[in-house]
């Protein structure tokens, strides 16, 4: 994500609807993609088939908030999985699941909780309502030794969104609903070749 600190999120109840999303995204040059859990009952497979269908994205599951969709993410072979919450059970299973899992975090507190209970990556959600400077207000009184964890900034963005916040210090922004016409893709066409130089 270093390179490219960016994340697309698709919600279908089927899956295989986002494949023409992810034919495109794939060919715009977007490398991280979430694929939202639900409790469609094939997801798992067809979590599967679309990861070996797109090889070349790293794929993972969005709107986790159980463990039933944490196994699902594992089962699936997905990368990682994010949640829009704060929860210890969660974190604790995904690493025994051997699972990247990023929490996410609105207050002070959930971000200090986030790192105690080892998340070195974060989602600040929903981040359009707590404003761009909201992460940096953060950085004096949490900092500590260690500076505060990769943060992603989630909900409400769009792609004009994401350079701004990149420079008001969050490390990556996810874009979801926001990608529905043309202009929308065209603007993240225009970005994805923006972040590769």
Not at 106 to 111: G, K
Request: aromatic share 6%; glycine share 8%.
């Amino acid at each position: 994500m270093h390179r490219q600190p960016l994340l697309v999120v698709l919600r279908a109840y089927d899956l295989l609807e986002l494949l023409p999303c992810l034919e495109r995204l794939q060919e715009l040059g977007v490398q991280h993609v979430e694929l939202a859990w639900s409790s469609h009952p094939r997801w798992v497979a067809q979590a599967i088939e679309l990861r070996q269908r797109f090889a070349h994205l790293r794929l993972g599951a969005a709107s986790v908030v159980d463990l039933a969709g944490l196994k699902a993410a594992a089962a699936a072979g997905l990368g990682y999985a994010v949640s829009p919450v704060l929860d210890r059970d969660l974190i604790e299973a995904a690493m025994a699941l051997r699972l990247q899992f990023v929490p996410g975090v609105m207050s002070p507190s959930e971000v200090h909780l986030a790192h105690l209970w080892g998340c070195s990556i974060v989602k600040l959600f929903p981040a359009a309502a707590l404003g761009r400077s909201y992460w940096q207000r953060l950085a004096a009184p949490l900092a500590g030794a260690d500076g505060l964890p990769f943060c992603i900034a989630a909900g409400g963005l769009g792609p004009a969104d994401v350079e701004p916040w990149l420079a008001a210090g969050v490390d990556a922004v996810a874009l979801g609903g926001s990608l529905v016409n043309p202009a929308d893709w065209e603007a993240l066409a225009r970005l994805v070749e923006r972040l590769r130089t």
